[in-house]
């Protein structure tokens, strides 16, 4: 059986800064609070005429170079995203359009802020087959679009950006193992209300601005830290690892506190965990390709890296892979 292993990474965000002290202006809020209750400095804003489908096409292109691949060689592309351009069609599909990705063929993956990790496990299943050679996972999100900047518990959250990984069959490990979950009790505790089949959006929803996110942040909080340590835990233990032959923590970035939570619990040096949440925010499935994307340069053949997500579901887990190159 071919493994999946990542051959590539790439990231994208747009050169729009949206910083505490810019939303200091529009909302009663101030950069300390911000500060210290999340980490967060600044987010990044995509313009109005971009979407999601923007930051896949800029992520492809780095990862086609990167991995030495021809457009016309890649098999599949999964998106992980829950704003995609359209309701109908998927974001993947015009990712492939727009790239020349003329043999692939592509489907979204919404899983909330787990999104890119259960896009890559997902992926990795396609690769093990040994059907498709090349799969490109993307996760990327445009969150400013369902923010709703009167409502300062949410809105000084997230940002717009993504990245991704070209996943390719070899022999050498790649992806190992993954333990994901998913429960429905978190769907009352974070969502956009209108805009769905449930509720289609009409002038009344409008009014009240129910096209937004809104969330119960202090029961997030909690369960993303309870969530995030079991399951890295749990793949660790599965794997007959221990926290000190990982190299890299790689967590979904939506609060600095619950990051330094999970790294507590699980006896987990700060040194060893990947953050940039201070400049680009919670970009929801954007987070983890965002970070990979970045300590590009900090990773090494062979390292053990575990990837942690916690979103909107409540879905969640944490992925085993070996760093490829
Ligand atoms: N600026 C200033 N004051 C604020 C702001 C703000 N932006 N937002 C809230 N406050 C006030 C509140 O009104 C409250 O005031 P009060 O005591 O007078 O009532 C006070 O600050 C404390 O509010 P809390 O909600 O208790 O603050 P908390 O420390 O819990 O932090 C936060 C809130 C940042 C939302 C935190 O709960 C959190 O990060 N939760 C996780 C949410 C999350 O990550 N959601 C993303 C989606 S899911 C995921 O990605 C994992």
Redesign the pocket.
């Known amino acids: 059986m071919p493994n999946a292993l990542i051959t590539a990474v790439g990231g994208y965000v747009s050169d729009k800064i949206l910083s505490n002290s810019d ?1 200091e202006k529009i ?4 950069d300390e ?2 500060t210290t ?2 980490g967060i400095k600044e987010r990044r804003v995509l313009p109005e005429d971009q979407a999601v489908s923007d930051i896949g096409l800029n992520v492809v292109q780095q990862l086609l170079a990167k991995s030495n691949s021809r457009a016309e060689e890649v098999d599949l592309l999964i998106c992980a995203t829950c704003t995609g351009d359209y309701i109908i069609p998927d974001t993947a599909n015009n990712i492939c359009y727009k790239s020349g990705l003329v043999n692939a063929f592509g489907f979204d993956l919404n899983a ?2 787990s999104g890119f990790v259960f896009a890559l496990y997902t992926a990795a299943q396609f690769i093990e087959t040994g059907r498709y050679k090349k799969v490109i996972v993307i996760g990327g999100e445009k969150m400013t679009s369902y923010m709703n900047y009167e409502d ?7 940002g717009d950006g993504g990245g991704g990984v070209m996943l390719e069959a070899g022999e050498e490990y790649g992806v190992i193992d993954a333990i994901l979950k998913g429960d429905g009790i978190g769907c009352q505790m ?1 969502k956009v209300e209108a805009g769905g089949s449930l509720k289609p959006m009409n002038q009344e929803r409008l009014d009240n601005r129910e096209g937004f ?1 809104t ?1 119960d ?2 029961q ?2 909690k369960r ?1 830290v309870n969530g995030m340590s079991s399951t890295v835990v749990e793949v660790l233990e599965r794997n007959n690892l221990t926290a000190q032959d990982i190299r890299w923590l790689v967590p ?4 600095e ?2 990051i330094n939570s999970v790294a507590n619990s699980i006896d987990f040096p700060m040194e060893k965990v990947m953050l940039n949440i201070a400049k680009y925010g ?1 970009t ?1 499935a954007g ?1 983890i390709p965002l970070c990979l994307w970045e300590y590009e340069d900090q990773l090494n053949k062979g390292d053990n890296v575990i990837l942690t ?4 579901g ?1 879905t969640w887990g944490s992925l085993y892979l070996k760093w490829a190159y």
């Not at 300062?152 to 997230?158: A, V, Y």
């Not at 979904?252 to 609060?255: I, P, S, T």
């Not at 997500?309 to 909107?312: L, T």
Request: charged content about 10%; hydrophobic content about 40%; overall charge positive.
């Open positions: 939303l909302m009663d809020t101030n609070w911000i209750r999340t909330a802020c300062r518990t949410t809105s000084i959250l997230f974070l996110v969330q942040g202090r997030i909080y993303a979904h970035q939506a609060n506190r619950i919670n929801s987070t997500s916690f979103g909107g409540f």
